[in-house]
């Protein structure tokens, strides 16, 4: 069952996400050749603490780290090493806050250095796509109109959508109904109404959709080793159309990129 949230539930999920995309900015200053996923994970964990809220990741479902960083060809749920990162690499990093009874929950794909064109277009695309779900997260529309948005798009350029992997609602558990899988048909699902909040995350392989779960029990690879790409926001419907609770701006800031691109989605309330 969808547990629809009021606006004084959705300011409170607000902070929570706003935390979320607050550690992410700290970590973009960071994140270069020669640094480890283990010091990220350290420095994302502290930060979280101090600023009054739980690392949400750390022990759910048995998960032994802060935060879920992913280099490459990992998906998602990658664990934390000390493995320097290398010029050329990309890194999905997923980050979970539980404050005020409430989660936030989202991720962004950095670069490390400089990439390869056709993995630079790769994140282009995937955060692109994102962008083209949280559009259709409008009341009145289902959930399969989100799903169809993000596969449309991000195939048109030949990418791989994962299946096995899905978005989720978001509220006073990490993982609501109801499921937003990135790929599925216009017209079914759920339908969307006013309170709904939903963690959209698209999770695009540059070579084929297959995935490899590994014996580890976390770390998710794409079946070809190709790179993949990972973007995630906590978005909700208010007065019929969608609003972040999440931001990259933290990140932009810290990496000194222009973007418009949150406006159409960006509201008071």
């Known amino acids: 069952m969808i547990q629809l949230k009021t606006i004084e539930e959705l300011r409170l999920m607000r902070e929570s996400a706003q ?3 607050k550690t ?31 690392p949400a990741f750390l022990g759910m479902y048995g998960f032994p780290n802060n935060l879920c960083i992913s280099p490459n060809a990992e998906v998602v749920h990658g664990i934390p ?8 690499d990309i890194l999905s990093v997923d980050c979970g806050v539980y404050m005020n009874g409430f989660y936030g929950d989202h991720a962004y794909s950095f670069q490390v250095g400089e990439v390869a064109p056709e993995t630079k277009k790769l994140l282009q695309i995937t955060k692109e796509s994102l962008y083209k779900g949280i559009e259709q997260c409008v009341r ?4 399969g109109d989100i799903s169809f948005a993000i596969q449309n798009y991000c195939e048109k350029e030949g990418y791989g959508v994962v299946r096995e992997l899905v978005g989720h609602g978001l509220g006073r558990k990490m993982h ?7 790929y ?7 339908v969307i109404k006013d309170g709904i909040a939903l963690a959209i995350e698209p999770m695009i392989n540059l070579g084929t959709e297959k995935v490899k779960f590994h014996k580890d029990g976390w770390t998710v690879t794409s079946l070809d080793m190709s790179p993949s790409a990972h973007f995630e926001h906590d978005v909700c419907v208010i007065e019929g159309k969608p609003v972040l609770l999440s931001t990259y701006k933290y990140i932009y800031e810290a990496l000194g990129i222009v973007s418009d691109e949150e406006k159409p989605f960006t509201r008071d309330f």
Do not use: C, M, Y
């Not at 009145?140 to 959930?143: A, N, S, V």
């Open 19 to 21: 935390l979320v995309s």
């Open 24 to 54: 992410l900015g700290l970590l973009a200053k960071e994140i270069k050749p020669g640094v480890t996923t283990a010091h990220l994970d350290k420095l994302g964990g502290e930060f979280i603490r101090d600023n009054g809220g739980e």
């Open 81 to 88: 090493n000390d493995k320097p990162l290398e010029e050329g």
């Open 140 to 143: 009145g529309k289902r959930i």
């Open 176 to 182: 609501e109904d109801p499921q937003v899988p990135n």
């Open 184 to 190: 599925g048909r216009k017209g079914s699902g759920k």
